[in-house]
């Protein structure tokens, strides 16, 4: 594996990249199925590591953001992944043009988690945006757990033209059905134990709309589930697959965020899976 600090460097060696995944680094499970994927073929991988402060809601959660670069190396060329990429913030934005925010898709990126993150989705397009033109990948991976970043980054794709497909692969998670996450190491050995509820209530949601429940019920539902718990949910929603919008056609998804302690959680299910 090569290790990249300096984008000049990289850019300068004309890499040919056909997978690439972008990565705040603390890499688990989830991102090893993201590697292991991109690996198939013999495709050349190219992955980045970098904290994008500007995407953290407060300093506070990007102080506590779990730094473990001597491990995600190792991780990594464990699994032969042929390029790793660990700028500074100045070599990324002396190397890229930033988003224009005039063009930020505002119904994606302000509904749903944006609406308790303002801005979060906008700093995400912008370091995306810069890395697509950095790296000039012919695909780029993504967790579906993630699942309105997913579509934001598509979106941003579209607006831009990059030409670099999405991939996006489903959600790993522990024996227990916790979502694997960065965020998980904060919690508490019981506090991951209660975790595990998450998506016993999205499988409870998923039972209740195959039984032909009405949509407003299952919110009632699913907020009467966590009344008890010690996880907070901070939204349950039902959207539609592609769009995230509200109307309930045939392809939808279900969401929850949600604190357990200080630790913020998402989550999500597919209610019908999408047939187009
Ligand atoms: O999902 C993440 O880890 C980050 O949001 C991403 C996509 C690497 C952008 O900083």
Redesign the pocket.
Known sequence: MKIFYSIEEYINLKINVNHYI???GNLHDGHMSLIKNSKKNYNKVCL?I?I?EK?FNNKKDFSLYPRTLEEDIKKLKKLKVDYLLIPNKKDIENFSSSFDKKLEPKKLTTDLCGKYRPGHFLA?ID??HRFIQIIQPKKIV??EK?YQ?LIV?KELIKIYNHKVKVVSLQTVRDKDGLALS?RNNLLSIDEKKSASDIYKALLFAKKLFINKVPIDKIYKEMHKFFEKSPIKLQYFAIRNFKLLQCECDNALIAFIACYLGKVRLIDNIILKPSTI
């Open positions: 972008p990565t705040m980045s970098f994008n995407q995400v370091i995306i993504l967790g993630d970043q980054i960065s």
